[in-house]
């Protein structure tokens, strides 16, 4: 989200005459967007401000400004706490961006309101490099969980019109764009008119030009079967899942208005193993919540052991201000509990993924290729369909689907062999 957000400012800002710069030194605005769900990465924005407004010592005219969730939760306190900041904007204020940059050039101006009736329809975000494109479907959320501060900085759930989410891809799609990502805090519960989830993912898979489309995230208690058969039905439909479960005992998901128990998450995994026995299951999981116990904790373990999923996400849980747990719950598991119960928790799944991904050894899978690989930019580095990253040898051109044979396997990768000639996106694939 935070990706799509900076394209959309990117575009608002592009339309009233700025341009990006990639050298700090030629911007004469600098703006800091940013997510507030762990306490971690507000302290490293707060840091990350400071040592931008020294550059203002030697450029005075130079515009610093936080944009996102971290200014909306902290407030205006931030201004305090930075010296020299100059522009703080909250989530639903990216269009007026110019107006309020202008205005930062004499005083310090902020725009923290909370709009219901703001979509951000009809903009588009500046081009992306590469073959993939973020776009948002929906913004805000209503599921209130305990822990999460998401509804008070962006707000309650909202939803784009179909057509303007289609408008959007279609674009995407004009520019070269070969696999979106569909987002939404719970992207699954989109709804506008008589639209849902469902006839958007009918809609947005015949678009023409499309290899890859995912979304993300879903709440696993807004599934519906018929999103299974859609995706089976549909090859464009990446065989993915990423299903926030967040811990594996029913009391701390009772605890966390999570809406579900183990059971029914774990019935929503057999459901979309059974449509999609291939299906490729991440999640998000959270260790030392509030109260939770050694048996709660051996709970989560159990669960990762029993679905098996081919990634995770650990997160230490962080207290964040305003959310009904850091008014109502001590945060009293002790910091070195929650460091040995993670460091745990990351050791089994990687032996998990590990496992999970030797299966693929020696199959033929089919990978779009993304671009040249970080570590070793003399190849290149893709994704297949159920989201495992793979290495292939040679650099195949970006934004072409390669059908190749897995060779080797690690816990975070499968490596590639004996790539076949590549289709273009422009092309039809062979049948």
């Given at each position: 989200?935070?990706?799509?957000?900076?394209?959309?400012?990117?575009s608002v800002l592009r339309e009233a005459g700025f341009q990006v710069t990639p050298e700090m030194n030629e911007a004469s605005l600098v703006l800091?967007?940013?997510?507030?769900?762990?306490?971690?990465?507000?302290?490293?924005?707060?840091?990350?401000?400071?040592?931008?407004?020294?550059?203002?010592?030697?450029?005075?005219?130079?515009?610093?400004?936080?944009?996102?969730?971290?200014?909306?939760?902290?407030?205006?306190?931030?201004?305090?706490?930075?010296?020299?900041?100059?522009?703080?904007?909250?989530?639903?204020?990216?269009?007026?961006?110019?107006?309020?940059?202008?205005?930062?050039?004499?005083?310090?101006?902020?725009?923290?309101?909370?709009?219901?009736?703001?979509?951000?329809?009809?903009?588009?975000?500046?081009?992306?490099?590469?073959?993939?494109?973020?776009?948002?479907?929906?913004?805000?959320?209503?599921?209130?969980?305990?822990?999460?501060?998401?509804?008070?900085?962006?707000?309650?759930?909202?939803?784009?019109?179909?057509?303007?989410?289609?408008?959007?891809?279609?674009?995407?799609?004009?520019?070269?764009?070969?696999?979106?990502?569909?987002?939404?805090?719970?992207?699954?519960?989109?709804?506008?008119?008589?639209?849902?989830?469902?006839?958007?993912?009918?809609?947005?898979?015949?678009?023409?030009?499309?290899?890859?489309?995912?979304?993300?995230?879903?709440?696993?208690?807004?599934?519906?079967?018929?999103?299974?058969?859609?995706?089976?039905?549909?090859?464009?439909?990446?065989?993915?899942?990423?299903?926030?479960?967040?811990?594996?005992?029913?009391?701390?998901?009772?605890?966390?208005?999570?809406?579900?128990?183990?059971?029914?998450?774990?019935?929503?995994?057999?459901?979309?193993?059974?449509?999609?026995?291939?299906?490729?299951?991440?999640?998000?999981?959270?260790?030392?919540?509030?109260?939770?116990?050694?048996?709660?904790?051996?709970?989560?373990?159990?669960?990762?052991?029993?679905?098996?999923?081919?990634?995770?996400?650990?997160?230490?849980?962080?207290?964040?201000?305003?959310?009904?747990?850091?008014?109502?719950?001590?945060?009293?598991?002790?910091?070195?509990?929650?460091?040995?119960?993670?460091?745990?928790?990351?050791?089994?799944?990687?032996?998990?993924?590990?496992?999970?991904?030797?299966?693929?050894?020696?199959?033929?899978?089919?990978?779009?290729?993304?671009?040249?690989?970080?570590?070793?930019?003399?190849?290149?580095?893709?994704?297949?369909?159920?989201?495992?990253?793979?290495?292939?040898?040679?650099?195949?051109?970006?934004?072409?689907?390669?059908?190749?044979?897995?060779?080797?396997?690690?816990?975070?990768?499968?490596?590639?062999?004996?790539?076949?000639?590549?289709?273009?996106?422009?092309?039809?694939?062979?049948?």
């Amino acid at each position: 989200m935070n990706v799509a957000d900076s394209a959309l400012m990117g575009s608002v800002l592009r339309e009233a005459g700025f341009q990006v710069t990639p050298e700090m030194n030629e911007a004469s605005l600098v703006l800091v967007n940013t997510c507030a769900v762990r306490d971690r990465a507000e302290e490293r924005v707060v840091q990350r401000l400071r040592e931008l407004v020294r550059l203002k010592r030697r450029r005075p005219d130079l515009v610093i400004g936080i944009t996102g969730c971290v200014p909306k939760h902290l407030g205006e306190a931030l201004l305090r706490d930075v010296p020299g900041l100059d522009l703080m904007v909250g989530p639903d204020s990216y269009r007026r961006l110019p107006e309020l940059v202008e205005e930062a050039a004499v005083r310090p101006a902020v725009d923290l309101r909370l709009d219901t009736r703001e979509d951000y329809s009809g903009l588009d975000p500046v081009s992306v490099e590469g073959v993939h494109a973020f776009v948002p479907i929906m913004r805000g959320c209503d599921r209130f969980c305990t822990f999460c501060v998401v509804p008070l900085t962006r707000g309650r759930e909202k939803s784009l019109p179909l057509e303007e989410v289609l408008r959007q891809v279609r674009s995407a799609v004009d520019r070269g764009i070969a696999a979106v990502t569909l987002l939404g805090q719970t992207v699954n519960s989109y709804r506008h008119g008589e639209d849902d989830f469902t006839t958007l993912l009918e809609k947005v898979s015949e678009i023409v030009g499309l290899r890859q489309i995912r979304f993300t995230s879903p709440h696993p208690a807004d599934f519906q079967e018929a999103h299974f058969r859609l995706m089976r039905e549909r090859p464009q439909l990446a065989p993915h899942l990423h299903l926030p479960v967040q811990s594996g005992s029913d009391r701390i998901l009772e605890s966390m208005k999570r809406g579900y128990t183990r059971g029914e998450f774990l019935r929503v995994v057999e459901t979309a193993r059974r449509h999609l026995p291939e299906v490729g299951l991440t999640t998000d999981l959270i260790v030392g919540y509030p109260g939770e116990t050694e048996e709660d904790y051996e709970a989560t373990l159990s669960l990762l052991r029993e679905v098996a999923f081919d990634s995770a996400f650990f997160f230490r849980y962080s207290e964040r201000s305003g959310t009904w747990a850091s008014r109502h719950l001590p945060d009293d598991v002790p910091s070195e509990v929650k460091a040995d119960r993670l460091s745990r928790l990351i050791a089994l799944q990687e032996a998990i993924s590990l496992q999970r991904h030797r299966r693929f050894v020696g199959r033929e899978i089919e990978v779009l290729v993304e671009g040249p690989s970080r570590r070793h930019p003399q190849n290149a580095a893709g994704r297949a369909g159920d989201f495992k990253r793979v290495i292939l040898p040679g650099g195949p051109p970006s934004g072409t689907m390669a059908r190749v044979l897995v060779a080797g396997a690690s816990s975070h990768s499968l490596v590639a062999e004996g790539v076949s000639p590549a289709v273009a996106l422009d092309e039809e694939p062979v049948s």
